[in-house]
């Protein structure tokens, strides 16, 4: 055997042999130019699509309730807006009515106006059934927030142009 693997520096040989080996690993391996593969064009296949069949499945009030349709979304939504418009015009009314700034008369137009713009949009059965429930939520709406209202206020007449105005496009009752 070699001096260097049995004497007393014998781990040297060993280190040599592993560096050696390395060195040739990295030579035989390590030294090839790493190339890039240039893309080549490839034929792309359009994507095949299959023709959708619109299935129309009868739903059940139930299941409309947590997965309505995008019809009755829009439907509710409109249902809402208009429940909401007519409210904020009661509210007006008895306000303007609680401050003499409006007669019984006029403001049961008002509410004949309501029904008609109501019954117009064709989203209710019944308009009178809507404007006497309605005509409820906004007399709480009005002792909740508007009951504190001062009647000195200088806009109480122009609200009340305005709100005749509207009514004027429905009825054609006469104003005081």
């Not at 060195?23 to 299959?50: C, D, E, M, R, W």
């Not at 439907?75 to 904020?88: F, H, K, T, Y």
């Not at 305005?162 to 104003?175: D, K, N």
């Amino acid at each position: 055997m070699h001096p260097y693997l049995t004497g007393k520096y014998w781990w040297l040989g060993v280190a040599a042999i592993a560096i050696f080996t390395l060195l040739l690993f990295h030579t035989l391996v390590g030294t090839k130019a790493v190339t890039q593969k240039t893309p080549q064009p490839s034929i792309t296949q359009q994507p095949i699509v299959k023709p959708t069949v619109k299935v129309s499945v009868p739903t059940h009030p139930v299941l409309e309730l947590f997965n309505p349709s995008a019809d009755n979304i829009s439907r509710d939504q409109a249902i809402s807006r208009v429940r909401g418009e007519l409210e904020q015009l009661l509210v007006i009314a008895i306000m303007l009515q609680r401050c003499d700034q409006l007669s019984d008369v006029e403001y049961h137009s008002i509410h004949l106006a309501g029904q008609r713009y109501a019954e117009r949009t064709r989203l209710f059965h019944d308009g009178d059934v809507l404007m006497r429930e309605l005509a409820v939520s906004a007399e709480r709406t009005y002792a909740l927030v508007y009951a504190g209202t001062s009647c000195d206020e200088a806009s109480l007449p122009a609200l009340k142009a305005q709100t005749m105005a509207w009514q004027a496009q429905y009825t054609t009752t006469p104003s005081r």
